[in-house]
Each structure stands twice: as C-alpha cells, then as structure tokens.
C-alpha cells in the first residue's frame, strides 16, 4: 500500500552536532518527497524537497539524500540547535496527476531533541 | 506574503452536531488540501481542491465535506460529529501543481465530548 515509515520514531542530540533522520516509502511510484518540521502547537512547516531524478540536495543546514533503489530517504540537519528540537515527517506525492492531487502521504514522525 | 490562515483556532463540539472549518491559502496558490492529524494516525489525507473543484478524495466517510470558494478560500465540513473526529486539522495551500510543495496552516484543534 502507499505508506512512509520512520525507522526511529525519537532522537536526542547534544547542540552542536549533526543530526541523520531516516524514512523508508513503500510506493516504487513515488517521486517527490518533502520534508516538514512540526513544533508543538503548529502546523507542518516545509524544510527541503527533492524529486527522484536527483540524490541530493542542499538546502541551509540541511541535506536531503534519496536511495531510490532501497527506497530510503534521509534528513541530515548539521550543527544541530536547541531551535531544531520538533517532530520531523518525511512525505511522498506521486507527480503523475489523478489521484495524486494534493495528496502527501506521510510519515509516522521522529521526535528531534536537542540538548544544549 | 502572508501565509495559510485557518479559523477556528480551538473548537469544542458534541457528539452529533457539525462542525465548519475554514481556510484561507497563500495569495495566487489555487489548491487547498485537507489532512486530519491524531495521534494514531499520523497526518492522514481528507481531500483537495482546485479552482472551487474536488480533484481528489482520501478515505474518509462521507460525513467529512468540503468546498472551495472563487478567492481560492475553502472550508470542510464534518457531519455527525463522533467522538474520534477530535484531532488537529490541518489546510495547506499549493499553486495546485502536482509534485509541487505545499504549505500549512497552524491547524484548528478539535474537540468532540
């Protein structure tokens, strides 16, 4: 079926060092992927996506890998921050159109802190 | 640019009654999608909306509705208001493309006695 799942649901760090989050999506079909930060009392906020004719992509403090041939998705977050401390959910939407519309299927989440 | 707007914030209703939830997208975005957050179910899909037209459904019942006004605005109705509808919903905005980035809201908490 079209699930993502989470390998870790939690993860704590210490400031200062580099943080990996993964994701594994079941649907061969997918081909873009996002990645959203939650904090507690707000909505999804967008961080980073990337299509699946790359296999990485740099955004500020941030780096998103793809594996499409495992189906695994990374977040890696560097030089971690208090301010990171959030739920962190991988999404995947197929671009073909249909019953893709406006639909992101959505990790369960990892849970992200950050200890000063 | 001012981001996805929702209104109510908090909402407490019983069991039986409806409820209308609404939102407002990021100026010149056309697509408008519904998902219902809970903690068991994560971020679940409800339904999208473009141009005041539904381009896609998720597996809801049909107690959860929708529309989309001409300024791209756009509210979701729940009918019969049962005691697992409590969850955090959530709009987001796109320009309607698919493949494309979507933006939240901050949601509209819930509550069913």
């Known amino acids: 079926g079209e699930s993502v799942g989470l390998h870790l649901p939690t993860l704590s760090v210490q400031e200062g060092d580099n943080s990996i989050i993964n994701c594994a999506y079941s649907?061969?079909?997918?081909?873009?992927f996002i990645w959203y930060k939650q904090e507690s009392g707000k909505g999804p906020q967008f961080i980073i996506d990337?299509?699946?004719?790359?296999d990485k992509r740099q955004g500020q403090r941030v780096t998103v890998l793809l594996n499409k041939t495992v189906k695994h998705l990374s977040l890696q977050i560097a030089a971690t921050q208090p301010g990171d401390s959030a739920v962190y959910f991988c999404?995947?939407?197929?671009?073909?159109?249909?019953?893709?519309?406006?639909?992101?299927?959505f990790g369960q989440g990892t849970i992200l802190t950050v200890h000063p | 640019k001012a981001g996805v707007t929702q209104t109510p914030r908090y909402l407490i209703k019983t069991r039986g009654q409806q409820v209308t939830l609404s939102c407002s997208p990021i100026?010149?975005?056309?697509?408008v999608s519904w998902y219902q957050q809970t903690p068991g179910q994560g971020l679940q899909f409800l339904f999208e909306?473009?141009?005041?037209?539904?381009?896609n459904k998720g597996n809801f019942p049909g107690r959860f509705s929708g529309r989309q006004f001409s300024n791209s605005r756009s509210e979701m109705n729940v009918s019969t208001l049962e005691l697992g509808d409590s969850a955090l919903y959530l709009c987001?905005?796109?320009?309607?493309?698919?493949?494309?980035?979507?933006?939240f809201g901050p949601g509209t908490r819930l509550t069913v006695t």
């Open positions: 987001a905005s796109s320009l309607g493309l698919v493949g494309r980035e979507q933006y």
């Open positions: 990337i299509r699946s004719n790359m």
């Open positions: 909306y473009f141009s005041e037209t539904q381009r």
């Open positions: 999404a995947e939407n197929i671009s073909a159109g249909g019953t893709s519309y406006g639909k992101l299927t």
């Open positions: 649907n061969s079909a997918s081909d873009y």
């Open positions: 100026s010149g975005h056309r697509s």
